[in-house]
């Protein structure tokens, strides 16, 4: 018996013209990212040829042109200014190493995502021939196949085609490795590492042996098999219904907390003030901490936190500062505790929070205090002629055209080498109620 295919009605037709209109503007898309690409390239070039010959200077670094370059362009996309040196750095990249990817792009045969996969395979592949080999035989798999299928045979095109030995390329890639933080949302945030392939490994299985043996341990077993740990996640438990992966995450946070790991028999196992000795700063509401309010506490720089965690902090805190700031503006005006320390410091922290260059995040207790005015040119070392700027931000100010100016209220206007001025305004971070008579 033959089934019968129904005729395409309107709903497919206009489905399949929608089809090819999304596909046409991702062709568009394409095409002008590849021509933001040649523009950044570009920008990176002329920074690079106002490079010149090393300074005598030995504090400021030899890229501060391409820094001076990545602010500019920064603060007319209102991006961070280190995210555009990364897409300058990416665009030359792909524009010098790998033209013939960058001319795929620009007509609309490949997506950027496609263009980032082939540039991170092939970018360690200094022989030029070898780099045009490795071109002419992943572009047409990148034709044809997702980002994410043309991933690892581009590394393996790589690993075939690169005249370097693998073993000489890993202890090159090994000096690479670190720690990232990346914020989240819900008051949450993700640490990750980079390093060696096989450490990355054991520390991942050794996570997983102390999990399964706090799963055991919750069951009432002790060793077995380690799929009979996995079975049981979903049984019901009196105390401890904890899932293997948040076990997972609650073991490596003691691990680094505390330099062990605690089979904690309990939901409520996350450690806490007494396991945390960070530099954290906290802002926490007086009538919050005095339980008559629910206004929200606020991590410094990266926003709200619970207010549980908050008040336990605040009870493991060594001493709390009071701010004291204007009614209207917010602005912070002064700062007392009962401890005496450096009252200008904890009060920059307080009012800058992070480094004051725009678009810059870098905490406050990394940052440098910087004198507005120098004190070289009888800059006054008072809190309208001081803020926070990171070591990078405070190069530039001193070793580029970039300026800043102090306006008495704490607002530092910038203004770049191209004549464009940004202010950047300083977080009012710690908000204390006025309440009499006061809770210190």
């Not at 919750?218 to 979903?234: I, K, Q, T, V, Y």
């Amino acid at each position: 018996m033959t089934a019968l295919v129904p005729e395409p009605g309107s709903g497919a037709r206009r489905l399949a013209e929608i089809v090819d209109a999304v596909a046409g503007r991702r062709r568009e898309i394409a095409r002008l990212q590849a021509a933001e690409a040649a523009l950044l390239s570009e920008a990176m070039d002329v920074a690079l040829e106002q490079m010149g010959p090393p300074s005598r200077d030995l504090d400021a670094p030899y890229d501060v042109p391409v820094r001076s370059a990545a602010a500019q362009i920064a603060v007319a996309v209102r991006v961070s200014d280190r995210t555009v040196q990364a897409w300058m750095d990416a665009a030359h990249t792909l524009c010098d190493l790998f033209p013939a990817t960058h001319a795929a792009l620009g007509e609309g045969r490949i997506e950027r995502s496609h263009a980032q996969v082939i540039a991170e395979a092939g970018v360690n592949i200094l022989d030029a021939a070898a780099r045009v080999e490795f071109e002419g035989a992943v572009l047409p798999v990148a034709e044809r196949e997702s980002a994410n299928r043309l991933r690892p045979i581009a590394r393996l095109l790589a690993q075939r085609i690169h005249p370097v030995p693998l073993a000489d390329r890993h202890r090159a890639a090994a000096a690479r490795r670190g720690v990232w933080l990346r914020e989240g949302v819900d008051g949450m945030g993700e640490l990750g590492f980079s390093g060696p392939m096989v450490q990355v490994t054991a520390i991942k299985s050794r996570l997983d042996l102390l999990a399964r043996e706090v799963i055991d341990a919750r069951h009432g077993r002790s060793g077995g098999d380690p799929g009979d740990a996995l079975e049981g996640l979903n049984e019901p438990c009196s105390r401890d219904t904890r899932s293997m992966g948040e076990v997972r995450f609650d073991v490596a946070a003691d691990l680094l907390l505390t330099g062990h790991a605690t089979p904690q028999d309990s939901e409520d196992s996350l450690p806490r003030g007494d396991a945390i000795r960070a530099r954290v700063q906290i802002t926490v509401p007086v009538l919050t901490l005095l339980g008559t309010s629910t206004e929200p506490a606020e991590l410094a720089g990266h926003g709200p936190i619970d207010l549980d965690t908050a008040r336990d902090l605040a009870g493991h805190a060594p001493g709390w500062d009071r701010v004291l700031t204007h009614p209207v503006t917010g602005c912070v005006l002064a700062v007392d505790r009962y401890r005496p320390t450096a009252e200008q410091r904890r009060l920059l922290a307080v009012r800058d929070e992070h480094c004051r260059f725009p678009g810059c995040r870098q905490p406050a207790h990394r940052c440098d205090i910087d004198h507005t005015i120098p004190a070289g040119h009888d800059g006054p070392t008072e809190i309208c002629n001081l803020a926070h700027l990171c070591r990078r931000h405070h190069t530039l100010k001193h070793h580029s055209a970039w300026k800043g100016r102090q306006h008495p209220t704490g607002v530092l206007e910038w203004t770049s080498p191209s004549g464009h001025t940004v202010p950047d305004i300083p977080a009012r971070t710690l908000v204390f109620t006025a309440v009499d008579p006061p809770p210190f």
